[in-house]
């Protein structure tokens, strides 16, 4: 055992925090090595040095403190807390949820075919009488074309060999602004 | 509101720190009092060894508590409520030290008695005039050296050696292990055995 840990060892037989063992091992080159032996003296009173008396702390008065201390508590308890920190993330939090509003009320009034449509340029309005909002009722189902003759050109080419609009309930029927 | 010593928490006459704590959360601020009067000893004791100065330790004191108080929600481990108001206390007094913030606010003469503090260290209470001017002179070197010491050797020194706190404690003020603690405290004694060697 080196030097190094020796005294480690020795700080923690002052502690009392040593097995058996170990205090034992301690003891034995204590009564065998008097370098030892004035480490450990040396070590004793610097603890004993380290222990400083308690005069100033003694004249404390803790009653009065701890109610000192419970009554600013008690202001603290009773007064809400609007911090600058608190107030700076609310209008963090408040000016985040404006922008995200904003972007949801432009990106709303944007036209259908900005909604992801594969065409975008072939989009139109589908009018729907509200009675005919179910599967029986197909006829009145109105499709207003593009009125743009080149987009409208555009379109029919695509629709000539799949169908654009299926109905959901319709089976085997599909609808075209052609038609 | 006042605390009363002791009983004052609940029916429990003597409630762990967990339990206080846990009372404290739910709003029970007589709880709160209670780790009051068992803690502030101590928290004096550790920021006047930091700091040097009674007046400045009385102040941080009473700071480390309002501040445990409205953070007591983010004390992830009840129990270990010590540990963590001495990490409050130990943070607020080196700050304090940095920035020598103005000047106390508490009413001294209500809470110290006799003549105040000079803020220096003695090693006895001896009367005899001699002893006593050792004393103070190696009181002094004492400081001296313990200023040199990286802080945590010196607040590891403070806790467990000074003020003969557990080291689980002092391993929950310094964020470390126990068998940290043990190696910041041997370093540090190790330390101020080579800077004090004339005075031992």
């Known amino acids: ?179 | 509101m006042k605390p009363e010593v002791s009983g004052s928490a609940a029916e429990d006459p003597s409630p762990t720190d967990g339990e206080l704590v846990r009372r404290a959360q739910q709003g029970n601020q007589r709880a709160f009092d209670e780790l009051i009067v068992r803690y502030q000893r101590q928290a004096v004791a550790v920021s006047y060894r930091l700091l040097g100065n009674v007046h400045d330790a009385l102040e941080v004191t009473q700071n480390a508590f309002l501040k445990g108080f409205t953070s007591l929600g983010s004390l992830q481990n009840p129990d270990s409520f010590a540990g963590w108001l001495m990490r409050i206390v130990s943070n607020l007094s080196l700050n304090f030290r940095r920035g020598r913030a103005t000047r106390s606010t508490m009413p001294l003469d209500e809470l110290v008695e006799g003549p105040q503090s000079d803020g220096g260290w003695r090693i006895s209470d001896s009367s005899d005039p001699v002893h006593e001017l050792e004393s103070r002179e190696m009181g002094e070197k004492l400081r001296e050296a313990m200023g040199q010491l990286p802080e945590k050797q010196r607040l590891a020194l403070i806790m467990f050696t000074m003020e003969q706190m557990p080291q689980k404690q002092v391993a929950d003020a310094l964020e470390c292990s126990v068998e940290a603690v043990k190696w910041h405290v041997f370093q540090g004694r190790k330390k101020l055995r080579e800077l004090m060697k004339d005075y031992l």
Do not use: C
């Not at chain 1, 222990?51 to 009773?78: G, Y």
């Not at chain 1, 989009?123 to 499709?143: F, G, H, K, L, R």
């Open chain 1, 1 to 179: 055992m080196d030097l190094n840990d020796f005294e480690f060892l020795l700080t923690q037989y002052l502690d009392g925090t040593l097995s058996a063992d170990q205090r034992q091992s301690v003891e034995q080159r204590l009564n065998a090595d008097p370098q030892a032996k004035t480490l450990l003296e040396q070590y004793r009173k610097l603890d004993q040095a380290l222990a400083m008396d308690s005069t100033t702390l003694e004249a404390i008065r803790w009653d009065r403190l701890s109610a000192h201390i419970s009554d600013k508590v008690d202001e603290r308890n009773s007064t809400p807390i609007f911090s600058f920190s608190w107030l700076s993330s609310a209008a963090a939090v408040a000016a985040m949820l404006l922008v995200v509003v904003g972007i949801w009320k432009v990106y709303l009034q944007q036209p259908a075919a900005h909604l992801g449509s594969p065409h975008p340029e072939v989009a139109m309005d589908v009018n729907v009488p509200e009675a005919a909002q179910t599967t029986d009722v197909v006829s009145d189902i109105s499709i207003a074309a593009p009125q743009d003759p080149a987009v409208l050109a555009k379109y029919q080419t695509l629709s000539a060999d799949k169908p654009v609009i299926t109905l959901v309930g319709l089976s085997n029927n599909s609808m075209s602004p052609a038609r």
